[in-house]
């Protein structure tokens, strides 16, 4: 994957369509760096921040298409993404659309073809950032589709913080985007259920976040080194083995029930334990368990 963070020509044009949270953060970012911004969102009064620091409000979403070279489009979801798209008529032919909806590999593709039968260049992205972030040295963005349009503007959407190339395959920077997010929400099951855990006995949700987070920082330590397992077919393990863990396990849903907290987010974890050691892997340790979970 190349990565890149250079500086944006500030005098290139773009249009962001969709202004909700994230497309207005989007806007600022391109605005601040110095672009020429035309926008539009399906709600024309989220366009009034955005034009008083500057951008340019296009009557139709056709309009705000034939403005730019560049097209930033963050709609709530890719269907209406796809909605959209049947609106533009000849406006997207020789356009570049950047598409930063959050979505799938599968709609990423289908809407390539889309939008090149539009005659228009399609890249897709994934955003790793919340709006506060956009533009700070913590945001990037993955991308992936049509390579040659994407370092035609990488300058450009260099705006919005770091640029992660991920391939031609117009659905991988939705793969990898949806990846890291997989991890994040995994990682935040666990917090929210050790806080519920916590809560039962009285123990004050900030009091034990400052145990919880070093805790958690120190473990993922051990990532790199199940990464390499995974890597090498090596499963077996000298750290922690499948066995420890489903032998523990068990006190872990006995707790729960008995602490009047839910199981649903710990009973798939369980299940997965104990069909490991019937299938014969009780000695190895966690990256068996990521060769598990890929269904054959
Ligand atoms: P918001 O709910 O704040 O905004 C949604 C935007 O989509 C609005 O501009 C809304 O227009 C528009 N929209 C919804 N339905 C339609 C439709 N049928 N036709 C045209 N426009 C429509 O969401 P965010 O800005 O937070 O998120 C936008 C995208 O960015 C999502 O895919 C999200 O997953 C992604 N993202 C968001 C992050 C975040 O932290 N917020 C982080 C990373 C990615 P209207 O104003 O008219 O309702």
Redesign the pocket.
């Known amino acids: 994957m190349s990565e890149t963070t250079s500086a944006p020509a500030s005098d290139a044009p773009v249009s962001v369509l969709?202004?909700?949270?994230?497309?207005s953060a989007l806007a600022s970012a391109f605005l601040k760096a110095g672009h020429p911004v035309t926008v539009w969102?399906?709600?024309p009064a989220?366009t009034g921040p955005l034009v008083a620091q500057g951008a340019l409000p296009a009557a139709t979403v056709a309009d705000a298409v034939a403005a730019s070279p560049l097209v930033v489009l963050?709609?709530?979801?890719n269907d209406?993404v796809d909605?959209?798209l049947t609106t533009l008529g000849d406006s997207a032919a020789g356009k570049t659309l950047v598409n930063?909806?959050?979505g799938t590999p599968e709609q990423a593709r289908t809407l390539s073809a889309r939008a090149t039968a539009l005659g228009a260049r399609y890249v897709d992205g994934g955003?790793m950032?919340?709006?506060q972030m956009v533009a700070t040295p913590a945001a990037y963005v993955f991308y992936s589709g049509d390579e040659e349009a994407y370092e035609t503007h990488r300058p450009t959407l260099a705006a919005l913080g770091g640029t992660k190339w991920t391939g031609k395959d117009a659905g991988l920077a939705a793969l990898y985007d949806l990846g890291l997010l997989t991890g994040m929400y995994g990682m935040f099951n666990g917090v929210m259920q050790a806080l519920a855990l916590a809560r039962t006995e009285n123990i004050g949700a900030e009091e034990y976040a400052e145990l919880l987070v070093p805790w958690i920082a120190a473990m993922l330590g051990g990532v790199p080194q199940i990464a390499r397992d995974i890597d090498s077919g090596n499963h077996l393990t000298d750290v922690s083995s499948i066995a420890v863990s489903a032998a523990a396990f068990p006190n872990f849903i006995a707790t729960f029930e008995a602490q009047g907290v839910s199981t649903e987010l710990f009973e798939p974890l369980r299940a997965l334990l104990d069909r490991a050691v019937e299938e014969g892997y009780a000695e190895d340790g966690m990256s068996r368990r990521v060769e598990m979970l890929i269904k054959k």
């Not at 963050?74 to 979801?77: G, P, S």
């Open positions: 969709g202004l909700g949270m994230m497309g969102n399906r709600s989220r963050c709609l709530l979801t209406n909605e959209l930063l909806t959050n955003i950032a919340v709006p």
